[in-house]
């Protein structure tokens, strides 16, 4: 019996207190749209817009992920390219996104 109290206090409770911390560190995704429900219209309205550099700033002063270097928005092809600060491009469906987002707006 010495071995499994040996076991429980040395393995599975920190492994327990880790799976804690872990859980409190994740953001959910909805929480983040519906608090920033507002703002993420703005930057829609600002792509529309083109004025991209305003978009990309307040994407970031938001604290969103990825941070941004520039948003690209390319309506023939339904299409919104995000540029990270790794200047990796990320392509999005815009009708897609827009569903989506939309969709977790309603819960």
């Known amino acids: 019996m010495s071995e499994f109290k ?3 206090q040395t393995q599975y409770n920190p492994w327990k207190e880790a799976m804690k911390d872990y859980e409190k560190s994740q953001v959910d995704v909805q929480t983040i749209v ?3 429900a507002a703002e993420l219209k703005y ?3 600002l792509l529309l817009e083109k004025r991209e550099s305003e978009a990309v700033r307040i994407w970031n ?3 969103l992920k990825p941070s941004l270097l520039s948003i690209q928005l390319n309506l023939a092809k339904d299409e ?3 540029v990270d600060s790794d200047e990796s491009h990320l392509e999005l469906s815009i009708s897609k996104l827009l569903e989506e987002l939309q969709e977790m707006l309603e819960v």
């Open 6 to 8: 040996n076991w429980v």
């Open 34 to 36: 519906q608090k920033n």
């Open 43 to 45: 930057i829609v309205s």
């Open 61 to 63: 002063d938001l604290e």
């Open 80 to 82: 919104l390219v995000l």
